[in-house]
């Protein structure tokens, strides 16, 4: 995968964010799956990755998603494997339909800070969409270190809204699925200011940091959960 089409799939914080597409690539039995769904699609990055290998995949988001992602999808020459839905992740319109759902940092944003119980209903929802044996493909942001806490709460304007989560509490959510392998990422990468010094501090990271610091101290949790 090119670094061009790993920045259109990924979108932001590229090479922490990669790190689950690499695991996904490489723990996946892709010749099991023909269909998916990403929830919160945005500008469709991961519907991209999946219709690449030639899956076909229902982008979704609250709503107006095919003016934001249908232009990306023109341009890898993907949309004929790609419709577009508007699909609020709470309350999904399908039951033992996908084999995949795909979602890149949307729990956060749904339902404030405080209220798990909806949150709870988006993994309850996934849940009921996938076909038996259907696997979910998460990847989120996690509370992360005190220090990554208080510089949120300084300079990151969205922090007043955004429920970054523990864990325990991601676990906690996946519950009910037979499975679940969850891998945890990044230390440095989200404070740089551009993408350049994002990824240096991604690379540090790498190199160091991913190895020695606890998980608690990680901002990125990914992983596959298997109804």
């Given at each position: 995968m090119t670094d061009d089409l790993t920045k259109d799939i990924v979108q932001w914080d590229v090479k922490s964010?990669?790190?689950a597409i690499v695991y996904w690539d490489k723990t996946i039995d892709w010749s099991s799956i023909q269909n998916g769904l990403e929830l919160g699609g945005?500008?469709?990055?991961?519907?991209l990755w999946l219709a690449l290998k030639g899956k076909h995949i229902i982008c979704s988001d609250l709503k107006d998603?095919?003016?934001?992602?249908?232009?990306?999808?023109?341009?890898h020459q993907v949309s004929s494997?790609?419709?577009?839905?508007d699909i609020d992740a709470t309350n999904i319109p399908y039951e033992n339909q996908f084999d995949v759902i795909v979602f890149k940092s949307i729990i956060?944003?749904?339902?404030?800070?405080?209220?798990l119980e909806i949150k709870q209903q988006v993994f309850n929802e996934i849940y009921k969409a996938l076909k038996p044996g259907g696997k979910l493909l998460f990847a989120e942001n996690l509370i992360a270190s005190p220090f990554h806490r208080y510089l949120r709460k300084r300079f990151v304007r969205w922090d007043d809204y955004w429920k970054y989560l523990s864990i325990n509490e991601m676990n906690d959510f996946l519950k009910d699925f037979s499975?679940?392998?969850?891998?945890?990422?990044?230390?440095?990468g989200t404070f740089g200011r551009?993408?350049?010094?994002?990824?240096?501090?991604?690379?540090?990271?790498?190199?160091?940091?991913n190895r020695i610091c606890p998980n608690s101290w990680k901002y990125i949790c990914y992983g596959v959960a298997v109804k």
């Open positions: 964010w990669s790190k945005r500008q469709g990055g991961l519907s998603v095919k003016e934001t992602a249908e232009e990306l999808h023109i341009k494997l790609i419709t577009y839905e956060g944003g749904i339902g404030g800070k405080d209220n499975s679940v392998d969850l891998k945890t990422t990044g230390v440095l551009t993408e350049g010094q994002r990824n240096f501090l991604s690379s540090v990271d790498n190199l160091f940091l």
